[in-house]
């Protein structure tokens, strides 16, 4: 495992001419509305670079969070463990967890330039602060090549991280069906829009995990990695979803989740 953590974050910096800018109010370890997902894989490394353990990490600096796969459908979307912001990882201008900072932090903003749009970014009013996307630094070609391989290699983390945890990758929800629950946090804009907080929804989905027993089955599984045999059949486990993952569709997979109640159940979507 150790070396495994020594190539990754080798790569994280290999070939690339990025650091982030003196002007940089470090906005995205700090804004809440910018969800950064991190699999199991990034919370070992944490775990590595920190000297904490797994589950500390958890419980502390993290949280389930729910992400929307659409602009304009709140109530369908990915599953997945969140970093807590603003970041506690944080010092000053410096991440303190370097080494072992999580896939998204590293991929940021070099893949996103690589394959977005830099103008369309430009649009999204999170990233109008952000002084590398307003001036973004040149990616090499082989940069370009190592950030194919990082997101490649975030893939497969993602996969086994969605599949130890929750049985499926990726894991969606559509939450519609207890969305009358949430409307006690709908608040109405200066425009006379109905708006609810994205907190709210995950506040929800945090209530009715509880209740159905997934939060402390998943918590349970967490606290496995603090033992060196748990963290021994998660590697080994790897070895295999990196090769479902070869063949595993990139796309969204066509169940998703619902609640009955506080039980979830599988749902066929329509697209
Ligand atoms: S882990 Fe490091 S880079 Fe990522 S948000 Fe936290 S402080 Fe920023």
Redesign the pocket.
Known sequence: MESYFEKRSALFNASSEFSCPDGCD?H??KEPALH?SISLVDLLA?SVASGRKVFDLFKKECKIGFDPIEEGEPWLGKVSIE?RKP?S??VGRE????PG??MA?ALFPEYSLMVGNREELLEREIFRNFPCIQNPCSIPRRRRETLQKVMEMSFQENFLSDFYLFGISPFVLDLKAIAGKGLNGIRISEEGKAELPHRCIEDLLSQILEQGGYLQEWEAKMEQFDRAEGLKQFMKMKEWTDQMAMTAHRSLPPVAYQFDGNRLFPIHRCK
């Open positions: 470090r995205g370890c950064i944490i970093l970041c990882f944080l991440c303190s967890v370097y900072r999580p932090c």
